[in-house]
């Protein structure tokens, strides 16, 4: 038998060595978080944040890029919510897992892990040539909306498989069909999950640049997109445009730009924490 | 099977505080009839052949050790059991001479003739006023708002529980205390008007004082409803039902008036089982 003490022992090392890594890394994230802030800060200015862009630095802004950015990923939430819940409560609630769910399930676990410029060659080809979107704001959103289809299924199922059995069951005793259970019971209890989930999905799919760059989306625009079959950039495109320049005026211009992008993604993830709360809160109170 | 009434047979069990109308059991219809009736989870036979006659107006209780399969069978009298995969039924399910799982049997409009309460209190987490009128309003059972609150407030008053909420209709049902959470379930299944109510272990996680008061509601309700009762207690089972049935590794051992399954058994194994020497 092992003594107490070591026992003891070992679980202090464990414990102190998951603080460890996890401070490790907290600093990193810190440190390049501080480096950009303390690059960017001085650089921010409402006139930044409301200008065009510009051949000189000290007048350029990322007005259309903050634009873009919001228009593109909201439409994209329009286009993966429904697609990526229908699917999940189909998935959750109406297969019988034959073999054909099962082929989809393995496909949507493996697109989850395809490389985001994979999706951006498909969109290019389906959206952008096929459909004869041209590089509009529209194909940007359904090529991202395809690429974080798997995360929201798969955080959806997750939602969904977690809403207790009895809840179903107290349901169908009633009467109830399967589709009055599911809208009335599942999902309205699902629904923390669901939009955490969709939330966090978007906010990886805010920071992509590969995917919109091969479908087209501009480097250089001088106007906002006013519909979804506009010409748009996003934050990263116009950061990543700026940060290959080789003046370093417009390097602070790339910090300040990553500044904007990381309040527009904490502001994102506290929406989704709110979301969570108070969701729960109604749910249990 | 006929002894006087108020003199039981033999000194086994305590008898209710409400002294049952006679000792043979009413002659009332037949609500609920099954023939020859299988269940298997998978490879896994749980019900084996039972055949059994639950009469209208009175209250029968299944009663047996863990996993005999008395559970099982209360849910194949609503089809519950179709929700879990896997699950296949041979035999008969006859209720008023019609039976449930011939093709074409519209599930929903049997379960809301065949009400269930679950053994875990399960409400919705919704408004105690909310819990009651889902029933109603998803079978569209109410055509305007005064009516919905009319049955609403009947179905509460029928489960015994409305002197205790009315004044808070609109707060979440998971304020309630387990017992009283459990009478706004057997409210909410009685609001949709069913004829039978099958009731797996509905006081199992309550007190003894919680349980009193439902046993009570149950005395009073079969009155007007059909019920089945699944229960791990055998005092309880005494205490409330007109008739019980014993089942052992899914098998029906005996069936009969409540009286003489407790106090003069034909089968020793149920003479053994109620006794307490075995389960």
Redesign the interface.
């Known amino acids: 038998m092992i003594s107490t003490r070591r026992r003891l022992i070992e679980d202090r090392l464990l414990q102190s060595m998951g603080i460890l890594l996890l401070l490790l890394a907290l600093i990193a994230l810190a440190a390049l978080v501080v480096d950009v802030v303390r690059d960017g800060v001085p650089r921010l200015s409402w006139a930044f944040i409301t200008g065009f862009p510009s051949r000189f630095a000290e007048s350029a802004g990322i007005w259309h890029a903050l634009v873009g950015s919001v228009f593109v990923i909201g439409l994209t939430a329009a286009i993966a919510l429904p697609l990526g819940v229908g699917a999940a409560v189909y998935l959750e609630e109406y297969s019988e897992g034959g073999r054909l769910s099962r082929l989809i399930e393995i496909n949507i676990s493996n697109l989850a892990g395809v490389p985001s410029i994979i999706y951006g060659l498909l969109g290019l080809g389906l959206f952008v040539r096929w459909m004869g979107l041209g590089s509009s704001v529209l194909a940007g959103a359904l090529t991202l909306s395809l690429l974080v289809l798997p995360v929201v299924i798969l955080s959806t199922r997750e939602a969904l498989r977690a809403v207790p059995k009895s809840l179903r069951e107290g349901s169908y005793a009633l009467g109830a069909t399967k589709w009055q259970t599911v809208w009335t019971q599942v999902l309205p209890s699902a629904l923390a999950g669901i939009l955490t989930g969709l939330i966090l999905a978007l906010s990886r799919a805010i920071g992509e640049t590969a995917p919109l760059i091969t479908l087209g989306a501009l480097t250089y625009v001088a106007f906002t997109p006013d519909s979804i079959w506009s010409p748009f950039t996003v934050l990263p495109i116009q950061i990543f445009n700026w940060v290959s320049r080789p003046q370093a005026a417009f390097a602070e211009n790339a910090a300040a730009g990553i500044v904007v992008l990381l309040v527009l993604l904490v502001a994102m993830n506290a929406v989704a924490i709110v979301l969570r709360d108070r969701f729960q809160r109604d749910r249990i109170a | 099977m006929t002894t006087p009434s108020g003199t039981p047979a033999g000194p086994a069990v305590t008898r209710p505080k409400v002294e049952h109308r006679a000792v043979d059991t009413p002659v009332t219809k037949v609500k609920i009839e099954t023939e020859r009736l299988n269940f298997y989870y998978g490879e896994k036979k749980a019900l084996d052949d039972i055949s059994l006659t639950i009469r209208a107006n009175l209250v029968t209780a299944f009663i047996g050790p863990s996993g005999c399969g008395k559970s099982t069978f209360l849910r194949t009298l609503?089809r519950?059991n179709d929700?879990i995969?896997g699950t296949r039924v041979e035999g008969r399910v006859c209720i008023d001479e019609r039976d449930i799982y011939a093709a074409g049997t519209d599930v929903?409009?049997l379960?809301?003739r065949v009400?269930?309460v679950?053994q875990?209190s399960?409400?919705?987490?919704k408004s105690i006023f909310d819990n009651v009128a889902?029933?109603l309003r998803?079978?569209g059972l109410v055509s305007s708002k005064g009516e919905l609150t009319d049955r609403v407030e009947e179905s509460l008053k029928a489960a015994a529980i409305w002197d205790e909420v009315k004044d808070r209709l609109k707060e979440?049902a998971?304020?309630l205390s387990g017992g009283q959470q459990q009478r706004l379930?057997i409210a909410?299944?009685l609001a949709?008007r069913p004829e039978v109510v099958l009731m797996d272990e509905p006081a199992s996680a309550l007190d003894p004082i919680a349980t009193q008061r439902i046993e009570e509601l149950i005395y009073q309700l079969k009155r007007d409803y059909t019920i089945v009762i699944v229960t791990h207690n055998m005092q309880q089972a005494a205490r409330v039902s007109d008739e019980t049935a014993f089942f052992w590794l899914g098998k029906l051992v005996e069936f009969g008036a409540t009286e003489t399954i407790f106090t003069n058994p034909s089968e020793s194994l149920t003479e053994d089982y109620v006794t307490g020497r075995f389960g």
């Open positions: 609503n519950m929700i995969p929903v409009a379960r809301q009400g269930m679950f875990k399960n409400p919705f987490p889902y029933g998803i079978n979440s998971n304020a379930c909410r299944a949709i």
